[in-house]
Structure formats: structure tokens, C-alpha cells
């Protein structure tokens, strides 16, 4: 489904930072876009930066129910920055999600700017009959350990897990000082 972004400037709060980008809102079934402006109160412009396709995946059903549960549902927006020296604004949008799991990827790894906007009612509705359609419940299955015990120490034998005819490596142990 299309995706229209809607990026809100304002001015930045610090003397370092002269303004300060923020994702507001998307647009259900928009056009294509490359920064026009919507609506400009005073210093502040929101613009339709971009239109991008959100994908659903049948294997990512279980984060979209984690975007759906949360208290508000909403879709991950990634930009990068726009490392043009010609271009007019300093962001570039990337990618629109609504895996909670995916986002969260993004957020940790840093280095672009991700914004969590709500969901419109409409597209929670679909992505809701998506997961409703393709969603398989898997249960967890605990993985059995090896009945081998690994912690054991026996002098000169080495690592019992790796098969010699004997420890090049391992000091003599039955030897003292007057011995040899």
C-alpha cells in the first residue's frame, strides 16, 4: 500500500541545531511526492516528503501483532540522511514498516532517524485482516541439552570434545624438579 510521509521542520531549540525534523503522519493511498509543502504555520512546514510502498510479510505476522497490541499502533518511518551536496533537505525517507521488531532494529543501530507514527484506524483495520489471514501460531519448543559433560578436568587428556592420540600442549604432570 502507498504511503505519503508527512515531515514536520520546526526550529531547532539549540544554537547547534538549527532545525529539528520530526515524521508526523501518513497519508493511506497517496500520490507520488518529493517534498511538497502542505501546511506552513509560522516558522514551522509540513511537507510530503515522499510516497513509499509498505510491505506485509505472511513470516512477519507475529511483530505486526506486537504494533498492533501496543497502546497506540503505529508504523515504523526510517530517513537517512541525504548526503547530496545538492539536495534541499537534509533527509531522505528509506523505508515505512509495521514490524515492531524491524523498527526496533533500526532504532538500536542508529546512525538514521526513526519515527514511530500512529497508525490511521483504516490501515490498522487491514493490517489487522492481513495477520488475521496469515498469521500461524508456533509454540515454543525448548532445545534438549547434550548429556556431555564438558567441565570435567583430566590432566594431559586435553579437550575431551576433540578426538588425539595424544596433548602435544600439556604440561608433564607427574614429573618434579629433581626427576628430570
Keep these: 500500500m502507498p504511503l505519503g510521509i508527512v515531515v514536520r521542520k520546526t526550529p ?45 510479510y505472511s513470516s512477519d505476522t507475529d511483530a505486526y501483532l506486537v504494533a498492533l497490541s501496543a497502546k497506540t499502533p503505529g508504523l515504523y518511518v526510517i530517513m537517512s540522511e541525504d548526503t547530496d551536496p545538492d539536495a ?60 556431555k559433560r564438558v567441565d570435567l578436568v583430566e590432566d594431559g587428556k586435553g579437550d575431551p570434545r576433540i578426538r588425539q592420540a595424544s596433548d602435544v600442549y600439556r604440561a608433564p604432570g607427574g614429573l618434579s624438579r629433581g626427576d628430570a
Aim: hydrophobic share 40%; proline share 7%; aromatic share 10%.
Design 88 to 147: 534541499d533537505m537534509p533527509w531522505r525517507p528509506d523505508l515505512v514498516t509495521a514490524s515492531a521488531y524491524e523498527g526496533q532494529g533500526y532504532a538500536e543501530s542508529g546512525g538514521r532517524l526513526v519515527e514511530l507514527v500512529p497508525m490511521p484506524l483504516g490501515l490498522i483495520g487491514w493490517v489487522r485482516d492481513f495477520v488475521a489471514e496469515h498469521h500461524v501460531e508456533t509454540p515454543f519448543i525448548k532445545r534438549k541439552r547434550d548429556r
Design 12 to 56: 531547532g531549540v539549540t544554537r547547534w541545531q538549527k532545525w529539528s525534523w520530526k515524521v508526523v503522519a501518513v497519508l493511506p493511498g497517496a500520490g507520488p511526492a518529493d517534498w511538497r509543502e502542505l501546511r506552513r504555520e509560522g516558522e514551522a512546514v509540513e511537507y510530503h516528503a515522499a510516497t513509499l510502498t509498505l510491505h506485509l
